[in-house]
């Protein structure tokens, strides 16, 4: 029953409905005035009151039934319970408090606050007559032990509320002891002239008062305690891993255990004199031991009130001790949420219980900052920082800032170094950012740091090493203001902190000019130092160099790059050489000549030695390996280049295409040469296909760029196909024992990769696509592949990506599993260019086959890419979607019979095939409606093949492809009924026209047919139809009341 009137979700109040329920469900009066109005009933006549609130409490249940005078006079609490049990005519298992829609959290909010401000409206009186208190505690406690799970859940949730008020009003009377008992102390210590002895009487009396009070409070919540909540944690005999604590029997629903612990960890900071003991305490001890996330969160939320003081966490020493460790562990927690909080409480017992934490223990929490989550990297990065990196721990009070932070830093680079288990500075930076961002910030002391020439303050080759991929990291994070890859990205930023960025980075900008064209010239000659101070320079603001007058630092900084390009061949640092260049050569700076200069005086260096370099290789009989590494290292430097630079007016292609057809003619030049002139003449097109002016292109250079296209596809085409063909049948002899194949015969996965990658990249960009948007005069330039080059692109895939890998458990145990994962990523990439081509429409659907029949068996390497294809081509043309699904199935078929002969129901392959027919069945199962036409097409395509003549076959018997039907029936359970006699009525057609007679009964070379038959019974006909589930109908029953164990 929802407030609005719809009472499709929630059980039907009674007829006499309560008013207290009425007035909390509309929300339209104050608590305050509700509770004031009730307050009056209960004067005027005390039982009308109390049954008034003891119905809102069961009509909040949900229940229909009202406890009536006389109920309440002539019955038992569980003599009434079990009458309202009988009366629970609920109509679904949901009740008010399990509803978590914006209304009923709403009431909720409110059930609670009645039930709070009834037990402080009558604190001073009222709950002293030996009624309302006792009878509504009684009432309740009968409620909890319900086995009705909204009874149980709803006065779970009451109890502990009235508890909690309780304990306010213990203090509150605890409050005023303490100060009757000074008054006293006052009064008696003046001298006997001065000392007032009716009011010494009068403060005895209310001593006395109060002491009853306070004891008649403690009966109550003790009542509670006892009565509800200690039957929530009930001991067996079995014990858990941390010796000494045993096992509890607890409630089945989480959020009544859940809200035990919120409560408890409540009572405990307001009343910490009378609760926060080893004897309550242990409730929470045991609790972090819950199977339920949302139990374990509020136990650590509790603690976290806990140890967030002082002086409660000085009575946290014995449970500290027997329950340290399980904390630790829950660093780990499967459910982030729960992880996170618990770093948070560790790092407030490092704050308020110094020694609480042992080296060991806090080794376990360091390793959190490199996690992909955010928010726990950061809540272990503020762990880190007050732990081990916060130098004002040990400093003295006349240290200065810049000797505060190089202490910050020397620890930092002392931690980054010695953690050996991740080299990712921007994950440590980010982690850390929140909590140390001014010192990360502080680029002087980073740079006075690196180029620190004293012998007592040097840093190591290591330690530079760490400090300059944090510097990077430092000034990618002010900059861009975003975590790094893999982590999810932070909330949007307004416009202030847009503004506060910016500032930022043209701080850094100022900062670090001067510095940078000093720190490459130390570092030029490293290469793993030189590639992150590149990447420093794209973060700056260049205007700057023109605005500041500080053309001299351009100059030097474009000196330096320039000798890193001349100087490293690593792939790393050479791409960022050209991204820094590129940004340098920006059309809108002001200083972009600068840039233009140096770009124009790398490429005529690099072309010249290109070009000679070719011209010997071409005359020359043979090469050493000198020039052979010379010219790969051109090469390779040009590709980088030619990525982010137009190289095109070098005129670079003619000689690549010179030295690729040396290539495929002669095979002798190595594949270290071929891999980059590949990337060279790929991004050569590119280069000139977005030269081309959007309309009037010159028909000359049309011709000319499409000339160009297809010698280069033709000269890749020729790379896939020097594939040695020795290496597949290789492959496919060790499909068991694969892993002692031959390293040399694996498949390479250089030059024939490098030219899959660009050949299918470049049959996207010059794909059926190409004319749109007013582009049709590109149309002669659109590439089609042929059958040949559709049939070598497939060929590939099984060359080089369905090939047999190494599981994750064999990934984890090998002591090269970096390489392995790198492998994994190289083939999933091949993989998704072969996909873009089927998607986009450059292949045919039906070539997704060879992608289709792997889903099941390359599940855990290519699932997910496989996945998403099957979801994007079935919008291109689900008929032929289906087409080819079954296509796949066929040719699996086809292939197992070409191994195993006509006994391929006893394969291992073979209940795959099953699998995977299953696992294209979820497919149709949503929509079965529109799915209609695709299944009908799937099933009597696929009894054709079944029942397919093999030229040579003897009469008589089964056809060889029969098995199939077994495969097929995997679809039968999305089929409507009315289909499935159609389908039967074909399938007996199809077998007497293919058979002569009708499919003869069950024998066992038959057996595919009578399951495939069995498969499309309906299931409520005779009990004999057989799906390919097994799964028996399940008879409907009327719900009842929901009744479990406590």
Request: contains cysteine; charged residues 25%; negative net charge.
């Amino acid at each position: 029953m929802e407030p609005n009137g719809d009472r499709s979700s929630t059980p039907t109040v009674n007829p006499e409905p309560s008013t207290l329920f009425e007035a909390i469900k509309s929300a339209k009066i104050a608590v305050e005035t509700v509770v004031d109005d009730w307050l009056e009933t209960y004067k005027r006549d005390r039982e009308t009151g109390f049954l008034e609130l003891i119905n809102f409490i069961v009509c909040s249940c949900g229940c229909q039934g009202v406890v009536t005078p006389e109920m309440f006079r002539d019955l038992q609490n569980s003599e009434i319970i079990q009458q309202l049990t009988e009366q629970f005519k609920e109509d679904s298992s949901e009740y008010p408090l399990s509803l978590s829609t914006r209304p009923w959290r709403r009431f909720r909010a409110g059930f609670c606050e009645l039930l709070t401000a009834v037990v402080q409206r009558c604190q001073y009186s009222i709950i002293y007559d030996e009624f309302l208190m006792g009878s509504l505690i009684s009432f309740l406690i009968s409620l909890t032990d319900s086995q009705v799970r909204a009874f149980r859940h709803t006065s779970t949730l009451a109890a502990m509320k009235v508890m909690s008020a309780l304990v306010k009003v213990a203090l509150g009377v605890s409050v005023h002891q303490e100060n009757n008992l000074r008054q006293y102390e006052a009064e008696r210590s003046k001298g006997p002239g001065r000392r007032a002895t009716e009011k010494l009487e009068a403060l005895m009396v209310k001593r006395q008062e109060l002491r009853e009070q306070q004891e008649e409070i403690e009966s109550m919540m003790n009542a509670i305690f006892k009565g509800v909540f200690v039957h929530r944690y009930r001991f067996e005999g079995e014990r858990q891993q941390t010796p000494g604590i045993a096992v509890w029997c607890r409630d089945v629903v989480p959020d009544i255990r859940a809200i035990c612990m919120e409560e408890l960890g409540t009572w405990m900071k307001t009343y910490a004199a009378s609760f926060l003991t080893d004897s309550y305490l242990k409730y929470i001890g045991w609790t972090l031991y819950d199977k339920q996330w949302e139990v374990r969160l509020q136990c650590v939320k509790a603690l976290q009130g806990l140890y967030g003081h002082r002086d409660t966490a000085a009575h946290m020493e014995l449970f500290t001790r027997r329950f340290k460790t399980r904390m630790v562990s829950m660093v780990l927690d499967k459910e982030l949420s729960v992880a996170v909080e618990v770093v948070k409480l560790l790092t407030l017992m490092l704050e308020n219980m110094e020694e609480a934490l042992t080296d060991e223990d806090c080794q376990s929490v360091y390793p959190v900052v490199f996690v992909s989550n955010r928010p726990l990297a950061t809540a272990a990065g503020i762990f880190l920082y007050r732990r081990l990196l916060d130098p004002q721990q040990g400093a003295g009070v006349d240290a200065s800032h810049d000797r505060d932070n190089r202490t910050f830093f020397h620890v930092l680079l002392t931690f980054f170094i010695e953690i050996e288990l991740h080299e990712h500075a921007a994950y440590l930076v980010d982690s850390l950012w929140d909590c140390a961002g001014p010192r990360l910030r502080d680029w002087e002391t980073i740079s006075a740091l690196l180029l620190e020439e004293s012998p007592a303050e040097v840093l190591g080759d290591q330690q530079e090493k760490a400090l300059v991929e944090i510097l990077a990291a430092s000034v990618v994070q002010a900059a861009e203001g975003q975590p790094p890859v893999g982590r999810e990205p932070a909330k949007k930023p307004s416009s202030r902190e847009r503004k506060v960025q910016m500032e930022e980075r043209i701080r850094l900008t100022h900062c670090l000019i001067p510095a940078l064209p000093k720190l490459l010239g130390k570092f030029s000659a490293d290469a793993e130092k030189a590639a992150p101070l590149l990447e420093v320079l794209c973060c700056f603001d260049l205007s700057i160099y023109c605005t500041g007058r500080l053309e001299k630092h351009l100059e030097l900084v474009l000196e330096q790059l320039e000798e890193v390009v001349q100087k490293h061949t690593e792939q790393t640092v050479l791409e960022a050489a050209s991204r820094a260049l590129h940004a340098l050569c920006d059309p809108e700076l002001a200083l972009q000549r600068h840039g233009d200069r140096v770009r124009s005086r790398l490429a005529d260096q690099l072309a010249d030695k290109f070009n000679q370099e070719v011209t010997e290789m071409l005359q020359a009989s043979s090469l050493d390996e000198e020039e052979v590494y010379s010219m790969a290292a051109t090469l390779k430097r040009i590709s980088i280049l030619f990525n982010a630079h137009d190289l095109t007016p070098w005129q670079l292609f003619d000689p690549c295409t010179q030295l690729l057809q040396r290539a495929v003619d002669t095979g002798e030049v190595p594949p270290q040469v071929l891999v980059p002139t590949i990337t060279c003449l790929y991004f050569h097109i590119l280069w000139e296909l977005s030269c081309l002016p959007s309309t009037d292109v010159p028909e000359e250079q049309l011709q000319s760029l499409k000339t160009k296209v297809i010698t280069f596809c033709s000269l890749c085409h020729s790379c896939l196909s020097d594939v040695d063909t020795g290496i597949r049948e290789q492959v496919h002899r060790n499909l068991e024992g694969w892993e002692e194949m031959e390293p040399a015969l694996m498949p390479s996965p250089s030059l024939c990769s490098q030219a899959f990658r660009v050949l299918s990249d470049l049959l996207l960009v010059l794909g059926p696509r190409l004319p749109e948007d007013g582009r049709e005069e590109l149309a002669p330039l659109v590439l089609r592949p042929d059958a040949e080059l559709q049939s070598q692109l497939a060929a590939f895939l099984m060359d080089h990506v369905f090939y047999p890998a190494y599981s994750h458990e064999q990934l984890l145990a090998t002591e090269d599993s970096e390489s392995r994962i790198e492998e994994l990523h190289r083939r999933r990439v091949l993989l998704a260019g072969f996909c873009k081509l089927i998607i986009y429409g450059v292949l045919e659907l039906s070539a997704a086959s060879d992608v289709f029949k792997h889903y099941t068996k390359f599940y855990s390497d290519y699932g997910d890419i496989i996945k998403e294809t099957l979801s994007l081509t079935r919008q291109i043309d689900r008929q032929e979607w289906a087409r080819t699904l079954l296509l796949s199935l066929q040719q699996l078929m086809t292939e197992l019979l070409h191994q195993e002969g006509p006994d391929i129901r006893v394969s291992e392959a073979f209940p795959e095939i099953r699998d995977l027919a299953r696992r294209f069945s979820l497919f149709f199962s949503l929509h079965q409606l529109r799915s209609r036409p695709l299944l009908l097409n799937i099933h009597r395509e696929g009894i054709l093949f079944a029942f397919q003549k093999i030229p040579g076959s003897e009469p008589g018997s089964p056809p060889l492809n029969l098995p199939f039907l077994e495969v097929l029936s995997e679809f039968s359970p999305c089929v409507l009924r009315p289909d499935k006699a159609l389908l039967l009525t074909y399938l007996d057609k199809v077998s007497r026209e293919q058979l002569g007679v009708l499919a003869p009964g069950d024998t066992g070379q038959w057996h595919p047919l009578v399951t495939y038959r069995n498969s499309l019974q309906p299931q409520d006909e005779g009990g004999t139809g057989e799906s390919s589930r097994g799964a028996a109908p399940t008879p409907h029953r009327t719900k009842r009341p929901r009744l479990e164990g406590p």
